[in-house]
């Protein structure tokens, strides 16, 4: 009796974090990698409860566990990596647990034993993690919770590699018959429900971390283009400036404006002219990289920092922007009438402020207005790459016709 109450402890408060993580998922409207969390609880309950409700002189038993385990590490695993945007390896994880699954198919059919059973499948557990972590550690994110999660499971990864074998060089064998007498029991009962509560409040500060930063982040944001504010952009500007000069980086600055808006404003109206602005926005954050960051910096000036990007690879950046919008129908403007974008682009200098880039690529704008509009200038050329729109002229003759 005793022992059956110890073993149901870890599934017990996994079934209490399952459901907290269902709740931040549902009432918080969170990604699909926090469902990711509450499916891996639930179905590490499962596997850890079903020892120690069954007999397990069954050799049925511990493929059950196996089972249902290997899939709680790989769903928590996928969650994870799709938190921190990098992948799975889920084909990994699966030839891992194919020869583990194997190699316990015969210590179970070879020997009544269960101490090589313990270490086949624990082994296999601390690789699908020590496979995670390598994932984990290539990506981009690397904040204080993200290195926290990451302390996490390289401990346990650890226990699963460490613990049987330890234990079983006290125990050294252990019968099918008084598994739950034994100290490997014990010891796996106490060490899974600590390391469980650690990894669930780890989660759980990362799901409201990013919960209070998507918050935070949606402040910043513009209403009308949904691209960071003048003071959100250049906020982020300075941070990936500093890890620029940390990770020898190259960066480049695209400022763009959309021509001859006054007169998109006087001809057709402020509400066309939101209208636009609110294209061009989506056309933005649709072109640029996750490792990007965009924001409107004026009324309809943009400004893009492209990372890990040098100058030619901007200039074809801001290509693809300015074909998109000169292509895009303008809700509120006739059906024939297309507007048009340019685009001053400059590659940073080594150790080069902010200050000193924003001036050189808004000379380069400059320039792109002054060689004709709807063209893109790289900073120090002034190449003329377009045509330039009619609608100034239409704003020129409604003025005429109100006078």
Request: net charge neutral; charged share 20%; glycine share 10%.
């Amino acid at each position: 009796m005793r022992e059956q109450i110890m073993g149901m402890i870890t599934p017990t408060m996994s079934i209490v974090f399952f459901a907290v993580f269902l709740i931040m998922w549902w009432r918080g409207k969170m990604g699909n990698y926090v469902l990711g969390f509450a499916s891996a609880y639930l179905l590490f309950a499962i596997g850890f409860g079903t020892p120690h409700l069954f007999d397990t002189g069954s050799p049925y038993v511990f493929h059950i566990t196996q089972f249902f385990y290997s899939l709680s590490t790989a769903t928590a695993i996928w969650a994870l990596t799709k938190r921190a945007g990098q992948p799975p390896y889920l084909g990994v994880l699966l030839v891992i647990y194919g020869l583990s699954a194997a190699t316990l198919a015969v210590a179970v059919l070879t020997s009544p034993d269960i101490s090589s059973r313990l270490i086949i499948v624990n082994v296999g557990y601390g690789a699908m993690y020590l496979v995670c972590l390598m994932s984990l550690l290539g990506g981009p994110r690397h904040e204080a919770i993200d290195k926290l999660i990451i302390a996490a499971h390289s401990v346990l990864a650890a226990q699963f590699m460490i613990r049987p074998v330890l234990t079983l060089l006290i125990e050294q064998s252990i019968p099918a018959s008084v598994y739950r007498q034994s100290v490997y029991y014990s010891v796996l009962n106490l060490s899974l429900a600590l390391i469980a509560l650690m990894s669930a409040m780890v989660l759980v500060g990362a799901c409201l971390y990013d919960q209070i930063k998507a918050v935070r982040e949606q402040a910043d944001l513009d209403g009308l283009t949904k691209l960071r504010t003048r003071r959100a952009f250049e906020q982020g500007v300075v941070t990936l400036l500093e890890r620029a000069n940390q990770e020898c980086a190259p960066v480049s600055l695209v400022v763009a404006d959309i021509d001859h808006f006054k007169a998109v404003n006087d001809v057709w109206g402020h509400q066309a002219g939101d209208k636009a602005i609110a294209q061009f926005g989506e056309i933005v954050r649709g072109t640029i990289r996750e490792t990007d960051i965009a924001g409107r910096i004026g009324g309809e000036e943009f400004c893009i920092l492209a990372w890990n990007c040098d100058e030619q690879a901007a200039v074809s950046l801001a290509e693809r922007i300015r074909r998109k919008f000169a292509q895009a129908q303008i809700e509120g403007l006739p059906g024939d009438q297309r507007l048009t974008a340019s685009f001053g682009v400059a590659g940073r200098g080594e150790g080069e402020g902010y200050g000193k880039l924003f001036a050189r690529t808004d000379g380069a704008l400059y320039a792109a207005k002054e060689n004709g509009r709807n063209c893109i200038v790289r900073d120090g050329e002034g190449k003329k790459r377009g045509v330039v729109t009619s609608i100034a002229e239409l704003a020129d003759k409604r003025h005429e016709a109100n006078a």
